[in-house]
C-alpha cells in the first residue's frame, strides 16, 4: 500500500501484523509461473492479499481487502 490514511489516487497500506497473519493462517489462493522462472502465490484472508514471490522468496506486493 501506498498511505496509512485515506488519499485520492492512492491505495490505503496493510499492517506489518495483517500481513503475518494472512502468511501463517490465511488461505491459499493461486499460484502463477512467470515467464522469466518466478512463481508467484497468493494468500488470502478477510483483511487483506499478499503476493509472494516463491523463487525470491519476497513480498512482492499487499492488498486491503
Do not use: F
Not at 501506498?2 to 499460484?31: C, F, I, W, Y
Not at 483483511?47 to 523463487?55: D, P, T, Y
Request: charged share 25%; aromatic share 4%; with cysteine.
Amino acid at each position: 500500500g501506498q498511505t496509512s490514511t485515506s488519499h485520492e489516487g492512492m491505495r490505503l497500506g496493510v499492517p506489518v501484523a495483517d500481513v503475518l497473519d494472512v502468511l501463517a493462517h490465511g488461505k491459499v489462493g493461486n499460484t502463477t509461473k512467470w515467464a522469466n522462472g518466478d512463481i508467484r502465490r497468493i494468500y488470502k484472508n478477510d483483511k487483506c492479499s499478499v503476493v509472494v514471490s516463491i523463487r525470491d522468496n519476497k513480498i512482492i506486493q499487499t492488498n486491503p481487502r
